[in-house]
């Protein structure tokens, strides 16, 4: 099984930009389906992007469109969130997550693997 461990969060700006990584082990990331989702406080965690397991299909939520980007190195095994225009609705704990399904999966129940998450927190 694959262990997922993320970095890259901290405090920024509206307006500014992080890039979240997420480091795979024990098994290739390009194996699974691979997501980001967030947990903001008092708030369920939510789907925020998704990469297929070759690439070539990416999902978004709505509210991340157009200012977010996910991508994955393979040969270092990990996936990135690169984002940009930062709002305070954005504040929040980041995780990311991989899936043995196939396709689009936006559900937490579709995730088998869990890293332990990374805060952004925006400010206004």
């Known amino acids: 099984q694959v262990q997922l461990v993320e970095s890259g969060g901290g405090l920024v700006q509206a307006g500014g930009s992080l890039r979240l990584s997420c480091a795979a082990s024990?098994?290739?990331?390009?194996?699974?389906?691979a997501g980001w989702f967030r947990q903001a406080p008092g708030k369920e965690r939510e789907f925020v992007a998704c990469v297929s397991r070759t690439g070539s299909t990416i999902y978004y939520v709505d509210s991340v469109k157009g200012r977010f980007t996910i991508s994955r190195d393979v040969a270092e095994n990990t996936l990135y969130l690169q984002m940009n225009s930062l709002k305070p609705d954005d504040t929040a704990v980041y995780y990311c997550a991989a899936s043995d399904w196939y396709g689009k999966v936006t559900t937490l129940p579709g995730y088998n693997y869990w890293g332990q998450g990374t805060q952004v927190t925006v400010s206004s």
């Open positions: 024990g098994r290739t990331l390009s194996s699974y389906v």
